[in-house]
């Protein structure tokens, strides 16, 4: 039998370690030993675990692994000691041993710096209207350095002393959505002190500099694809008010962890909507988000309800809002942004996978002459999910 590979039992690991930071926080929080960072509870240590470090080094997470196992099996022979009060003694020189034996890991590589807000989440829910603000901020604040398209080569980056990174590659996914925040806030300094990048926290205000790191995430994957054909880092589906039917908007984030989720974009010509499908939930976005009378019924009766839906679609897909018409994208059930299909090309094939699990994972398990574009790629997206990393998620 073979072992399960890497990324089953590394992704269990690293988000065990998240949630398990994560609730002492709330728990410090809850017993008042910390406070408020923006508007949420405050990280209240200088270090975290450095979840990017056990992605890369397999070797220091078989450590963690194993030292987290021993902390559990010490845990129930002391548990056991207590209840059931026979040979006390052995129960607990077996959890002191479990200890002893365990290969701890070295501190200085298992923790890493961490700011108040390293375990804050954004409330903008990537939605459109954050993307939309985001983008005017950017414009006006960062892309002087960052450059219109995110490479990092705006007209100012050459006389910088640092050159900007570029958001076209993964950084935006590795790093924890809070130290983003945080580095937009604060600003950002190289190891002698000096300032790198300025701080943006009075300009934009907390409300700004989410918004703007949901348009640095939206650009960065408009440029990604529209030039090398993925989206560098996974992506929720983008939040906007949904009206389906008659009845009340509520948002399409309510869908995440649900169904998924396809969004054609759609220009008012009835004859080019593609059939409904049972497998996914199908919304339309319009131009101004109106709801339109003359589409059947039985096909999409939900619509985006938000004016700004167009341009963030347009803007992640890395086309022009002009083009949009035709262009679909599909959502996978936990509301991340999987694929993309423009209107040019046969509606669904693999190149349209835009968030994929690399070369490696390509089309595992799946016989692509035994099914359809769609149905693959269906069945791709179930079986290669958007994996947890800290500080972010990979693809
Ligand atoms: C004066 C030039 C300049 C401006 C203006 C600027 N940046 Fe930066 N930015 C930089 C430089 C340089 C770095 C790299 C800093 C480093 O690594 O020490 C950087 C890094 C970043 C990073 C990467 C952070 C990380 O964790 O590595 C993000 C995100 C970012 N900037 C966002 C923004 C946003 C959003 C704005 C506008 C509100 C902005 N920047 C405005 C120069 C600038």
């Keep these: 039998?073979?072992?399960?590979?890497?990324?089953?039992?590394?992704?269990?690991?690293?988000?065990?370690?998240?949630?398990?930071?994560?609730?002492?926080?709330?728990?410090?929080?809850?017993?008042?030993?910390?406070?408020?960072?923006?508007?949420?509870?405050?990280?209240?240590?200088?270090?975290?675990?450095?979840?990017?470090?056990?992605?890369?080094?397999?070797?220091?997470?078989?450590?963690?692994?194993?030292?987290?196992?021993?902390?559990?099996?010490?845990?129930?022979?002391?548990?056991?000691?207590?209840?059931?009060?026979?040979?006390?003694?052995?129960?607990?020189?077996?959890a002191a041993l479990a200890?002893?034996?365990?290969?701890?890991?070295?501190?200085?590589?298992?923790?890493?710096?961490?700011?108040?807000?390293?375990?804050?989440?954004?409330?903008?829910?990537?939605?459109?209207?954050?993307?939309?603000?985001?983008?005017?901020?950017?414009?006006?604040?960062?892309?002087?350095?960052?450059?219109?398209?995110?490479?990092?080569?705006?007209?100012?980056?050459?006389?910088?002393?640092?050159?900007?990174?570029?958001?076209?590659?993964?950084l935006l996914g590795r790093r924890a959505d809070g130290e983003l925040f945080a580095h937009i806030v604060d600003g950002m300094h190289d190891t002698a002190g000096w300032p790198t990048m300025p701080a943006f926290g009075q300009q934009l205000g907390d409300d700004g500099a989410w918004a703007v790191l949901d348009y640095t995430k939206a650009l960065a994957a408009g440029t990604a694809a529209s030039t090398n054909g993925n989206w560098p880092i996974p992506l929720r589906l983008a939040d906007v008010s949904v009206r389906c039917g008659q009845g009340a908007p509520r948002p399409l984030a309510d869908w995440r962890g649900n169904q998924r989720v396809r969004v054609v974009a759609f220009d008012g010509e009835a004859s080019s909507l593609p059939l409904e499908d049972p497998r996914f939930l199908t919304l339309l976005v319009t131009r101004d988000g109106s709801h339109l009378s003359d589409v059947p019924q039985f096909r999409a009766d939900c619509v985006a309800d938000s004016p700004h839906a167009w341009a963030a679609f347009a803007q992640l897909a890395g086309i022009d809002t002009s083009r949009l018409a035709g262009t679909e994208f599909l959502a996978d059930r936990q509301g991340w942004l999987r694929a993309r299909a423009l209107p040019s090309r046969s509606p669904w094939d693999g190149a349209g996978l835009l968030c994929t699990a690399g070369q490696a994972g390509s089309g595992q398990g799946v016989n692509p002459s035994a099914a359809d574009g769609l149905t693959a790629l269906l069945l791709r997206m179930d079986a290669e999910p958007v994996r947890f990393v800290q500080g972010g998620f990979i693809h």
């Design 1 to 94: 039998m073979n072992a399960p590979p890497a990324q089953v039992w590394l992704n269990t690991l690293l988000t065990l370690l998240q949630d398990s930071q994560f609730a002492v926080l709330r728990l410090w929080h809850a017993l008042g030993l910390t406070g408020d960072s923006h508007g949420q509870p405050a990280w209240p240590w200088a270090r975290r675990i450095a979840g990017e470090t056990l992605l890369i080094d397999l070797g220091l997470a078989r450590q963690v692994a194993w030292s987290v196992a021993a902390i559990g099996f010490a845990l129930t022979c002391v548990a056991v000691a207590i209840v059931w009060r026979h040979r006390r003694l052995t129960w607990l020189g077996v």
């Design 99 to 170: 200890l002893i034996l365990a290969p701890w890991p070295a501190p200085a590589l298992l923790f890493t710096p961490a700011a108040p807000t390293s375990f804050h989440t954004s409330p903008t829910r990537f939605s459109a209207e954050a993307i939309a603000r985001g983008g005017r901020l950017y414009a006006q604040h960062c892309s002087a350095c960052h450059g219109d398209d995110g490479r990092g080569e705006g007209p100012l980056a050459a006389s910088l002393p640092h050159w900007p990174p570029t958001f076209v590659g993964p």
